[in-house]
């Protein structure tokens, strides 16, 4: 059976029973993976498994065995491939997210924000403090967290509430995208061999153009549409400005340290690995799962500092409960783009598109878009389009640096949001939105960031190729 109708039966059997029989996007995916598994022909198999030969990540009795591995078998392994890459990830980055909320941390941050800028420019404020802010948190965390804040200065300055509201859209949903720890960035990294310095970087940088157009657009909608704060949120509106927040310095610590130690590391390697102690101990932790699991000790400290000792056991606990579940999917999809991988897709697309490098971005841009728009989530789509990059890549015939596939894939996930997305009401329920309202002011916008960043991406990657 050919790759190209093995990867149609997958991709439909994950889009329709997400669309069709409302299947959760971990079984989705899983089902898809398992059909392309035991669908996959024998000559295919050894065909993988030779190339991983010639490429000496496998013996020749490892290869040998491998086209005689049972279809769930080969899901399985891939599965825990993933799981084993992500875990401690997206744990550790559940739990910053979580103890950041709960210690006031992340809003300590956005009032200074807040104070620093003015009340004129507040929409600037919480277009910062989302952008920075969804890098190590969650984007519906940190829309949680801003909302009240967002009415609270509409109240006070009895203006621009819409706008408040579309400059944290504009901000957080770019970052959650385009930025690693977030899960789809970090899984699309992952896959294309991104290096996790060089995805944080272009992604915060073509990520903030991107979302600058977002602001624009945003700015535009202020004046022609308006929207009022719901009076039911009175109450909590008036509080949230007024609580005892911990120290700015303190709150800082938990997103930048993370940061800083995986900037320091990629420095210390580059373009060699340095000698000394110094060097050896900021490789250690300026490893990824490093860096994270000890911007969670500061945030979890933090909070320990501001509640208790069970309030902090409560935070951990709720957090895991959420990461597990995007966990999962993030390793059912690896598996369903492992067994992808196996059927050889790669050689297919890279025949059929040779000569065609540049249409690959807007290629793999659409192919997202269109995903994203059928079933709602934009992870699931960056994650059902990733196989298909990395089959473009591993054939040898893009000229494109695997970096600028992962933010075209990135970007494509930001069209179309509506009724579909959980985003879309997480939005319209907290902001009081109605639904044609979202539709016609956030909808459009995140639409145009998408497109504005597949732009940019280009122009950037024309300019400066890195090959």
């Not at 061999?193 to 535009?220: H, K, S, Y």
Request: aromatic share 8%; hydrophobic share 55%.
């Amino acid at each position: 059976m050919s790759p190209l109708v093995l990867l149609l039966i997958g991709i439909t059997i994950v889009v329709g029973g997400i669309l069709t029989l409302r299947l959760h996007a971990f079984l989705a995916l899983v089902l898809g993976a398992f059909a392309v598994a035991l669908l996959t022909p024998q000559p295919a198999l050894q065909t993988y498994a030779a190339t991983r030969v010639k490429k000496t990540e496998w013996s020749a009795e490892v290869a040998k065995k491998f086209p005689d591995k049972a279809a769930t078998a080969r899901v399985a392994e891939e599965f825990g491939r993933t799981c084993a890459t992500f875990g401690l990830l997206i744990a550790m980055a559940s739990i910053l997210g979580e103890a950041m909320l709960h210690s006031g941390g992340a809003e300590a941050i956005a009032t200074a924000l807040l104070r620093a800028l003015g009340a004129a420019r507040a929409h600037w404020a919480f277009f910062l403090t989302s952008f920075f802010l969804t890098i190590p948190v969650f984007f519906e965390t940190t829309f949680y967290l801003l909302s009240p804040l967002t009415k609270a200065v509409a109240r006070e300055t009895k203006k621009n509430y819409l706008l408040l509201v579309m400059c944290t859209v504009a901000g957080g949903t770019i970052t959650h995208s385009l930025v690693p720890p977030s899960a789809g960035p970090l899984f699309v990294a992952q896959e294309l061999g991104v290096p996790l310095p060089q995805m944080m970087g272009m992604g915060c940088l073509i990520g903030f153009g991107a979302a600058l157009f977002g602001c624009a657009f945003a700015m535009w909608s202020n004046r022609r549409h308006t929207l009022e704060v719901p009076p039911e949120d009175a109450a909590a509106v008036e509080s949230a400005l007024h609580r005892t927040l911990p120290p700015l310095a303190l709150s800082l610590i938990p997103v930048t340290l993370p940061v800083f130690l995986i900037a320091l590391s990629a420095w210390v390697n580059s373009p060699k690995p340095a000698p000394g102690v110094f060097a050896a101990v900021v490789r250690v932790l300026g490893e990824k799962e490093m860096a994270l699991t000890l911007g969670a000790c500061c945030a979890l400290l933090l909070l320990a500092w501001k509640r208790d000792r069970a309030a902090t056991n409560k935070a951990v606990g709720h957090a895991l409960t959420g990461g597990a579940t995007v966990l999962l999917i993030i390793c059912a999809g690896g598996a369903f783009g492992g067994v992808l991988r196996q059927t050889g897709i790669s050689e297919v697309l890279g025949s059929m598109l040779a000569g065609m490098q540049t249409f690959a971005l807007p290629a793999l841009f659409l192919i997202t878009t269109l995903v994203r728009t059928a079933q709602g989530s934009a992870t699931v789509a960056m994650i059902t389009s990733a196989p298909i990059a990395k089959a473009f890549i591993d054939n040898g015939s893009a000229h494109v640096h695997p970096v600028y596939f992962a933010i075209a894939i990135g970007c494509g996930s930001k069209p179309f949001p509506w009724m579909n997305d959980g985003g879309f009401w997480i939005i319209s329920r907290l902001s009081g939105l109605r639904e044609d309202q979202t539709l016609r002011t956030v909808s459009p916008m995140m639409s145009l960031q998408g497109v504005a960043g597949l732009v940019i991406t280009m122009i950037v990657s024309w300019l400066w190729p890195m090959r």
